[in-house]
């Protein structure tokens, strides 16, 4: 896998979209990885008893699928400078997360990305993140 340069990107430049099916079990997962045993992630009639249609992914797993959607992107030797996303509706097991994103600034040796997750009933996530590449 190669990591792009500073001087490949242009703003404007829009990267491929990534589509990550959320099973249960993908749900469940990283929830306990990131050892978030809040039942809404793991436990659908607990979820239900809260007023949520089903479990859904918790904060850490989308800040994660956030960075591996743009480090995915820039290749390995890209180096995540800051993230800032803005949660929106639930990403409930059953559904697809689905990211976009676009290049908005290169300045100083940074690149700004703009992303954007999906599902079924709306924006998930939206937020910027900033990384450096090889020159």
Do not use: C, K
């Amino acid at each position: 896998m190669r990591t792009l340069t500073e001087d490949e990107i242009e703003r404007g430049t829009a990267l491929p979209p990534l589509r990550i099916e959320l099973t249960p079990t993908t749900v469940i997962a990283t929830a306990l990885s990131t050892m978030d045993f809040t039942p809404v992630h793991h436990d659908v009639a607990g979820a239900r008893a809260q007023g949520s249609a089903d479990i859904f992914l918790n904060i850490l797993t989308t800040m994660g699928l956030v960075e591996r959607y743009v480090t995915d992107w820039a290749g390995p030797e890209a180096l995540i400078r800051g993230i800032n996303v803005r949660l929106g509706v639930p990403a409930y097991a059953g559904d697809t997360l689905t990211f976009s994103g676009v290049v908005t600034e290169r300045r100083d040796g940074e690149v700004t990305v703009e992303v954007r997750g999906a599902v079924s009933l709306g924006d998930h996530a939206i937020g910027t993140v900033r990384l450096t590449l090889p020159r």
